[in-house]
């Protein structure tokens, strides 16, 4: 199982980004996928789920109707765009698969005022 985020970077408050998380060794359509996140100084949290279908999602209170995850199962990505961006959002983000805990390596997200 691989998991790598992409497309964090440094932007503006409020402005916007969308992070990839590109997914191999597993049947990814058969998998809900997370989006975690942590700031420094404080514990890791969950930002955002999707079901396998993509049927059905869930958002910390923080970031809805800021942020959407999406999938697209043909290409096993797992996306997360993030708009109305925040001081409070700067974090390293991660992708998480659930089953097994697999986890990627991060992507930095760094908001500026």
């Known amino acids: 199982v691989q998991l790598v985020e992409s497309g964090g970077g440094l932007v503006q408050s409020g402005g916007s980004l969308r992070l990839s998380c590109a997914a191999s060794?597993?049947?990814?359509?058969?998998?809900?996928m997370s989006w975690y996140r942590q700031a420094p100084g404080k514990e890791r949290e969950l930002v955002a789920v999707?079901?396998?279908?993509?049927?059905?999602?869930n958002y910390v209170d923080s970031v809805k109707g800021r942020f959407t995850i999406s999938r697209d199962n043909a290409k096993s990505t797992v996306y997360l765009e993030m708009n109305s961006l925040k001081l409070e959002d700067t974090a390293v983000y991660y992708c998480?698969?659930?089953?097994?805990?697999?986890w990627g390596q991060g992507t930095q997200v760094t908001v500026s005022s």
């Open positions: 060794g597993f049947t990814f359509r058969r998998y809900a």
């Open positions: 999707i079901t396998s279908s993509g049927g059905t999602t």
């Open positions: 998480h698969r659930d089953f097994g805990d697999y």
